[in-house]
């Protein structure tokens, strides 16, 4: 039984990836450690239960990992993404402290893939976790248990009291009922805001109702929100979030990988109203997914709606939800609940301006339209073998950017610039020191495991004094 | 394969799971999967005979209850193979013996047992089933030879037809042609497979055996049952051999290799379904097919009787009991060989099948399958 009278050591509030590699690292050096997950025993292990690699430097070739990845390259790519919001001290430590994540992770069990089927080309710079992130997850909740840490789902932390940067105690309410929690020091790892849609309408107004969160519905910004009302320093922007376009039937939480939607390339993309907004074919989807979510934000009623005929149904991944079809572009836009007319235009319009030429899905092939507005400049081949397929977009959060400030031992900054005395932070809780803006495939696990193990190893170091 | 409820809920789990793809690395269902993009009710049967029921992709899955998705492979694998070994039963009007299977076979059981005892009474004088026998032809002077060798004789080769018809039922359905079986590579590839069931493995680090922590016991305790199995078949075949070519008719003596054989055989046996039933008793439900589970005891509890009842007979060979144990020992054997073809044994048929065409598929003649990959984004 776990005895919440008890002073602990460290007290780590979230139960996902970050907050297991602080608790597990701390754990190892010694210190009695009480891990606080919000979410109930089946659904722990926040967003991180459903990611599926992590960005990783390595200077040769792994068993999972191939050919080599610095971390000039690495830094670069980071820097590309984030168009320079981000802190370039904190992110080549986090770089260089990947390399030698593994081993670590390894040893609490995770277990990764030897290599991609696919050919997502991922497997240079990525290494990906047998099982996705719920085996990763298990995996550090096994190694938790086996150490001795103290482990309470169902355990939502309401309130860090902070007296002058001190962490005096944690307020909890565990399965229903108050308690204090007192420990020597606290591991701030309770993820983003994402899942507050009062917090995202901040930014986004009233669109933001109809968002859907790709993760998990305990991301709420709680601890988050009340170390920010209590001076500690922020950091990112309040306002936005890591949106993609997803499938519009995505359930509104914890949808994960399987509602996103590749088809956009090689579609037309048209509002409710039936009309076209942007080039679909600005560039090979990867680097394109993640402004989607953004401009169907800003459609009316935050939907979009991808139209394909049937040459392109096999260019894309398959998606979860089945492909809505018809033998007539009205008959679509029917069943799309579109107006048939305008869509049937839009159509035309859009193949009257399509040019002849070699198609190829696997590059930009640079085929265009020519006299329309918005253009598309690739993959611009006619809609017209039916049947044709539609699908609704909708946008899909990921994660938001506004944290809290940490210095490179993972502790805590107040707003006067003076670090807090016995807070550390890591994770998406404070990822907007690192990526102020844009997103790397597996940088997310990055920060957590590194900054994970910087709050664990530091926070033991502190409790131990 | 026909469209089932089960069928039905395989194809939704599928769908999902293709888009997701995270267990790719756990077994050979994700690669087989990852070459189709819709499952007719057939893709369905030859990947749920694929599924090893290894339980690792259940625990690994962000979508398994209480997700709205609710998808539990090896649950709801397990319904569908258990519709597919009815599907492909044959003769066809035997094909209802699949339902209810655990009553049937415990029956089958009990039957045979019985029918041996009250046999060997009616035939033989009482004096001989209760006295010790010693010497050449002990055995027979319980059971004659000829009866022996009709009844196991005649109903292994059932068997053996059964299932080979069993075989060919699966492979027409599930696309396969005649001219396919001849391919050396895959074949050896399949074999080596089904041997060392690799696919038991989760992907290196274990299975899920009892719950969420890994270990290798079930598949121990499956090469212990299934190589003790081969054994005792081995100790059969080299003593009718003996029996026949070379004239040296049974009991032998406890360092000859039929019964060396069929000591090491059926104390594997033993310990290996033994190790099964207890992990079955033990094991977390949740992923489980729980009307499922009667067959799969009835069929572990009847290997077992008849590998302990073997090894008693060879203890207890010297003294009166013998009559009683060899009447009951080769009752057991007998409903064995004759539940088998209507038993959970035919999965191992079924899933042989399914590596080898998985193993064809991964070795696919030129101009096959292109991937549909190559416009994925990740998170
Ligand atoms: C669909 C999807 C796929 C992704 N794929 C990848 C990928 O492949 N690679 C990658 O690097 N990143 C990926 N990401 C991003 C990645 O998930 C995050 O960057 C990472 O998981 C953050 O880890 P974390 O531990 O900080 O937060 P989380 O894993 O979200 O954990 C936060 C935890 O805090 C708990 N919590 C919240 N509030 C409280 C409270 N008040 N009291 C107690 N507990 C609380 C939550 O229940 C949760 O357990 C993906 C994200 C999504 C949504
Ligand atoms: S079992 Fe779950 S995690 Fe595994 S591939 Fe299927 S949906 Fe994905
Ligand atoms: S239960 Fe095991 S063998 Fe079956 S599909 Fe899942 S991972 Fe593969």
């Known amino acids: 039984m776990v005895d919440l009278s008890r002073l602990y050591d460290v007290l780590v509030v979230g139960g996902g990836n970050a907050a297991l590699c602080a608790a597990v690292t701390a754990r190892q050096a010694g210190c009695s450690v009480l891990v606080l997950e919000h979410a109930p025993k089946p659904l722990r292990g926040g967003n991180s239960r459903h990611t599926r690699n992590m960005r990783t430097m390595h200077k040769a070739p792994t068993s999972v990992l191939t050919e080599a990845y610095l971390e000039d390259e690495y830094w670069?790519?980071?820097?590309?993404?984030?168009?320079?919001?981000t802190d370039e001290r904190l992110a080549r430590l986090t770089i260089r402290a990947t390399a030698d994540a593994l081993p670590f992770m390894e040893a609490c069990g995770v277990r990764f893939q030897p290599s991609l089927t696919g050919t997502l080309n991922l497997s240079r710079t990525n290494a990906f976790f047998l099982g996705g992130g719920k085996a990763l997850v298990n995996a550090y909740y096994a190694t938790a248990e086996r150490l001795g840490i103290d482990i309470l789902y169902d355990t939502e932390v309401t309130d860090l009291v902070l007296d002058d940067g001190f962490v005096r105690e944690a307020v909890v309410t565990s399965k229903g009922f108050p308690e204090r929690v007192r420990?020597?020091?606290?591991v701030a790892s309770s993820g983003g805001f994402q899942a507050n849609l009062e917090w995202l309408k901040q930014g986004w107004g009233p669109a933001a109702e109809n968002f859907l969160i790709r993760g998990t519905p305990y991301a709420k910004g709680r601890v988050l929100r009340n170390l920010l009302d209590q001076g500690v320093a922020s950091v990112g922007d309040p306002t936005q979030c890591h949106a993609v376009a997803i499938d519009g039937r995505a359930p509104k939480f914890d949808g994960g990988i399987v509602t996103r939607l590749d088809c956009v390339p090689f579609s037309i993309v048209v509002n409710r109203n039936g009309e076209r907004f942007y080039d679909e074919g600005e560039d090979v989807w990867p680097k394109r997914y993640a402004i989607w979510g953004r401009l169907v934000?800003?459609?009316?009623?935050?939907?979009?709606?991808?139209?394909?005929?049937?040459?392109?149904?096999?260019?894309?991944?398959?998606?979860?939800?089945?492909?809505?079809?018809?033998?007539?572009?009205?008959?679509?836009?029917?069943?799309?609940?579109?107006?048939?007319?305008?869509?049937?235009?839009?159509?035309?319009?859009?193949?009257?301006?399509?040019?002849?030429?070699?198609?190829?899905?696997?590059?930009?092939?640079?085929?265009?339209?020519?006299?329309?507005?918005?253009?598309?400049?690739?993959?611009?081949?006619?809609i017209s073998v039916p049947p044709y397929i539609g699908y609704p977009l909708r946008p899909g959060i990921t994660f938001t950017y506004l944290g809290v400030k940490v210095d490179e031992n993972a502790r805590v900054l107040m707003e006067d610039g003076r670090p807090t005395a016995n807070l550390f932070a890591s994770g998406e809780i404070m990822a907007g020191s690192i990526l102020g803006k844009g997103y790397l495939a597996g940088f997310g696990m990055a920060i957590g495991t590194v900054f994970g193990r910087i709050a664990g190893r530091e926070a033991a170091k502190h409790a131990r004094n | 394969?026909?469209?089932?409820?089960?069928?039905?809920?395989?194809?939704?789990?599928?769908?999902?799971?293709?888009?997701?793809?995270?267990?790719?690395?756990?077994?050979?269902?994700?690669?087989?999967?990852?070459?189709?993009?819709?499952?007719?009710?057939?893709?369905?049967?030859?990947?749920?005979?694929?599924?090893?029921?290894?339980?690792?992709?259940?625990?690994?899955?962000?979508?398994?209850?209480?997700?709205?998705?609710?998808?539990?492979?090896?649950?709801?694998?397990?319904?569908?193979?258990?519709?597919?070994y009815e599907e492909y039963a044959w003769p066809k009007p035997l094909a209802g013996l699949f339902r209810r299977n655990g009553t049937i076979v415990s029956l089958a059981a009990a039957l045979g047992m019985a029918l041996a005892l009250i046999l060997t009474a009616a035939i033989q004088d009482p004096a001989v089933l209760y006295s010790p026998q010693h010497g050449p032809g002990a055995f027979y002077r319980i059971i004659p030879w000829w009866l022996m060798v009709t009844l196991a004789g005649g109903s292994f080769l059932f068997a053996v037809l059964?299932?080979?018809?069993?075989?060919?039922?699966?492979?027409?359905?599930?696309?396969?042609?005649?001219?396919?079986?001849?391919?050396?590579?895959?074949?050896?590839?399949?074999?080596?497979?089904?041997?060392?069931?690799?696919?038991?493995?989760?992907?290196?680090?274990?299975?899920?055996?009892?719950?969420?922590?890994?270990?290798?016991?079930?598949?121990?305790?499956?090469?212990?049952?299934?190589?003790?199995?081969?054994?005792?078949?081995?100790?059969?075949?080299t003593a009718t051999f003996y029996d026949h070519f070379l004239g040296r008719v049974a009991p032998y003596p406890f360092?000859?290799?039929?019964?060396?054989?069929?000591?090491?055989?059926?104390?594997?046996?033993?310990?290996?379904?033994?190790?099964?039933?207890?992990?079955?008793?033990?094991?977390?439900?949740?992923?489980?097919?729980?009307?499922?589970?009667?067959?799969?005891?009835?069929?572990?509890?009847?290997?077992?009787?008849?590998?302990?009842?073997?090894?008693?007979?060879?203890?207890?060979?010297?003294?009166?009991?013998?009559?009683?144990?060899?009447?009951?020992?080769?009752?057991?054997?007998?409903?064995?060989?004759?539940?088998?073809?209507?038993?959970?044994?035919?999965?191992?048929?079924?899933?042989?099948?399914?590596?080898?065409?998985?193993?064809?598929?991964?070795?696919?003649?030129?101009?096959?399958?292109?991937?549909?990959?190559?416009?994925?984004?990740?998170?």
């Open chain 1, 76 to 85: 670069d790519d980071l820097l590309r993404v984030t168009g320079g919001q």
């Open chain 1, 183 to 186: 420990a020597k020091v606290v």
């Open chain 1, 297 to 382: 934000a800003q459609q009316p009623d935050q939907v979009g709606y991808a139209i394909i005929d049937s040459r392109a149904e096999r260019l894309f991944m398959p998606s979860v939800f089945p492909a809505i079809k018809s033998d007539t572009i009205e008959g679509l836009a029917e069943k799309l609940g579109l107006p048939p007319a305008k869509v049937a235009a839009t159509v035309r319009a859009f193949n009257a301006a399509c040019r002849p030429g070699p198609f190829d899905s696997s590059r930009l092939d640079g085929l265009r339209t020519e006299g329309i507005t918005p253009p598309k400049t690739n993959w611009a081949r006619d």
């Open chain 2, 1 to 84: 394969m026909r469209e089932t409820e089960s069928v039905q809920e395989a194809r939704r789990a599928m769908d999902i799971c293709n888009a997701c793809r995270y267990c790719e690395g756990f077994c050979a269902v994700f690669p087989a999967m990852e070459l189709r993009r819709e499952f007719a009710a057939a893709d369905l049967s030859y990947l749920a005979n694929l599924c090893h029921n290894c339980r690792g992709c259940y625990y690994a899955c962000q979508y398994a209850p209480p997700h709205e998705f609710g998808i539990n492979l090896p649950a709801t694998f397990a319904r569908v193979r258990a519709e597919t």
């Open chain 2, 162 to 237: 059964a299932l080979a018809m069993g075989f060919r039922n699966f492979w027409r359905d599930t696309g396969g042609r005649p001219d396919e079986l001849t391919r050396g590579r895959p074949l050896a590839l399949a074999l080596h497979d089904i041997l060392t069931l690799r696919n038991l493995g989760g992907g290196g680090g274990g299975c899920n055996d009892t719950g969420e922590h890994f270990s290798t016991l079930r598949r121990r305790f499956h090469h212990a049952m299934f190589y003790g199995f081969l054994l005792c078949f081995a100790a059969t075949v």
């Open chain 2, 255 to 379: 360092l000859s290799l039929p019964v060396l054989l069929g000591t090491v055989g059926g104390i594997g046996m033993v310990a290996g379904c033994g190790g099964l039933i207890w992990l079955k008793v033990v094991q977390d439900q949740a992923p489980v097919a729980r009307r499922l589970l009667g067959a799969d005891y009835a069929l572990l509890v009847l290997l077992l009787l008849t590998a302990a009842t073997g090894l008693l007979l060879l203890a207890l060979r010297g003294t009166g009991a013998m009559g009683v144990l060899l009447a009951l020992h080769l009752g057991i054997v007998l409903s064995l060989f004759l539940v088998v073809p209507y038993s959970k044994m035919v999965h191992g048929v079924y899933r042989s099948a399914a590596l080898l065409r998985h193993a064809l598929e991964r070795n696919p003649k030129p101009a096959d399958h292109p991937t549909d990959r190559s416009a994925g984004s990740t998170a």
